[in-house]
């Protein structure tokens, strides 16, 4: 088993900028694909950002150029830095760990976060 928990969601002015942290306990975290998910009100839950030692890192169209995914394996833990934050940004972001990244691609994610929320105010 995995644990996730995510932690660093509130409130930011566009054009702000937060850091998401995902801890992650139990199983062996580096040998995961770990990513960023999130969920709009009303909307379905999306990709956002993928890291997977060995593979060049995956983001969305929406936020390529303001959106990083570092990861810090002694430490257990997966960020995802968000700059220049737009209204449209909003949304519950999940952490996820999948084996591969094309079943966490493919929305086949093994564990799951609680989420934290992100809101963006204009």
């Known amino acids: 088993q995995v644990q996730l928990v995510e932690t660093g969601g509130g409130l930011v002015q566009a054009g702000g900028s937060l850091r998401l942290s995902c801890a992650a306990s139990?199983?062996?975290?580096?040998?995961?694909?770990m990513g960023w998910f999130r969920q709009a009100p009303g909307k379905e839950r999306v990709i956002v950002a993928i890291?997977?030692?060995?593979?060049?890192?995956y983001y969305a169209d929406s936020v390529k150029g303001r959106f990083t995914i570092p990861r810090d394996n002694a430490k257990n833990t997966v960020y995802l830095r968000m700059n220049s934050l737009k209204p449209e940004d909003t949304a519950l972001y999940y952490c996820?760990?999948?084996?591969?990244?094309?079943?966490?691609?493919?929305?086949?994610?093994?564990?799951w976060g609680k989420g934290t929320l992100v809101t963006v105010s204009s």
């Open positions: 996820a760990a999948a084996t591969t990244v094309a079943t966490m691609l493919s929305n086949d994610v093994d564990y």
């Open positions: 139990g199983r062996t975290f580096g040998s995961y694909a």
């Open positions: 890291t997977r030692a060995g593979y060049n890192t």
